[in-house]
């Protein structure tokens, strides 16, 4: 009997020509790992060159939110609210009206204060006319005195011829005296008077101007019951009520100037040693999304990273220290005309990406003004009233003399 030619179940398996069967297996897998490793050094190679060529020159943070002034409306006076001319949402005008207080006790005040200013114009008036009064009385003491020394000279001479007695004499030089103190009396209540009065008009008087200053007050005070919009904008935050008793200080609501806004990015402590002032920014926010791109310039860095002016700032000399990455907010100019065809919120979140190609450009200092003028007329009204008052309380009275360089006096 032959022996069995069944092979061996534990040898691997052969082909035709004798070389085992999986050898094309392990020949495409190494082919395949080959092509996985060039297509990942591939890759790399191109992600290389693009952060070489392209993105190494930008530096971007999606920690960036749109920033703006937001203005609050105080009360300057106090008073009882009597009416609400905006709400929230509402856009209002500067200058216009937003609530009214009750103006019975800041009437009367202005009442009172333009009476005082009447009263001080006319008694001023008196002060000046009084000088011609006094210089009058003046006038006559010397002459009386005049004569009660020609009456005593008389006297006197008569005295020795025996034609006048000494009683007549003694009441001659009693009368002297009597003319001597009139003289001194009325030449101190007219030198007094002009004390009052020199080197001043009746418009320009202490007490006039006092009591012009008083209208002014009250009529501030009283005009200031009618709370105006400084500015322009979005009403927000309104927390005054109707009937509501207020002081001079509250805050009444806020107003938020659309197209005073801008970009406070907070950029990581490494991200900034090739950010400069001048620098372009591509901004996009979230609510418009990338359809949206703005323009904007880099104007300034702030004095401090958002750690440092926080309300508790960090104690970092304790022994369980942790290093924290700090982040420094860069202010963001925006382009006007895209902020007005494309309007943003304050605190809407946003990515900025700065431009590093250049080392930015020397921009001019700009001086912040931001500014209103509702205000100025209330003065000028003001003005008016008391202007009014001294006019109609001081009408006949010469104008205003110039003061007369002083003159010097020759010693004798």
Request: hydrophobic content about 45%; charged content about 20%; proline content about 4%.
């Amino acid at each position: 009997m032959s022996e069995s030619t069944t092979p061996n179940a534990g040898a691997p398996a052969q082909n035709a020509n004798g070389k085992p069967a999986n050898g094309n297996g392990n020949g495409k897998r190494k082919r395949q790992l080959f092509l996985l490793t060039l297509v990942l050094l591939i890759i790399a190679v191109v992600c290389f060159l693009y952060w070489f060529l392209h993105a190494r020159f930008f530096e971007e943070t999606d920690d960036a939110y749109v920033g703006g002034n937001i203005v609050q409306i105080s009360a300057q006076v106090g008073g009882t609210v009597t009416s609400i001319k905006a709400d929230d949402t509402q856009i209002v005008k500067a200058g216009q009206q937003l609530v009214t207080l009750d103006a019975a006790d800041t009437r009367l005040a202005l009442s009172q204060a333009e009476a005082a200013l009447a009263q001080a114009v006319r008694q001023t008036r008196q002060l000046f006319l009084n000088n011609d009064t006094l210089a009058a009385n003046v006038a006559a003491a010397e002459s009386n005195l005049a004569r009660a020394k020609d009456d005593m000279q008389r006297r006197q001479a008569g005295l020795a011829s025996g034609a006048v007695s000494q009683e007549d004499v003694s009441h001659a030089r009693d009368a002297l005296k009597s003319a001597t103190a009139a003289l001194d009396q009325t030449r101190a209540a007219a030198a007094a008077n002009r004390a009052l009065t020199d080197h001043t008009s009746v418009t320009e008087h202490p007490n006039v101007l006092q009591a012009a200053t008083a209208v002014r007050n009250a009529y501030l005070n009283y005009a200031r019951v009618n709370i105006v919009a400084p500015v322009s904008g979005f009403v927000s935050k309104r927390s005054v009520q109707v009937g509501q008793r207020i002081a001079a200080g509250s805050p009444l609501m806020a107003i938020v100037p659309l197209e005073q806004i801008w970009i406070d990015a907070n950029f990581k402590e490494g991200q900034l040693k090739h950010i400069r002032i001048g620098q372009p920014v591509e901004v996009v926010a979230d609510v418009y999304g990338s359809d949206v791109k703005y323009k904007g310039t880099i104007i300034g860095f702030s004095a401090g990273t958002g750690g440092a002016f926080s309300l508790l700032p960090a104690q970092n000399a304790t022994g369980n220290w942790i290093k924290v990455v700090q982040r420094v907010p860069v202010r963001i100019a925006l382009d006007p005309e895209q902020v007005r065809a494309h309007p943003l919120r304050i605190g809407l979140s946003t990515t900025a990406t700065v431009d590093i190609h250049g080392d930015g450009k020397q921009l001019e200092a700009v001086q912040t003004d931001y500014q209103t003028k509702v205000y100025e007329d209330l003065g000028k009204q003001a003005d008016a009233i008391v202007e009014r008052i001294i006019s109609d309380n001081a009408s006949g009275l010469p104008p205003k003399k110039k003061a007369a360089a002083p003159v010097a006096v020759p010693h004798t």
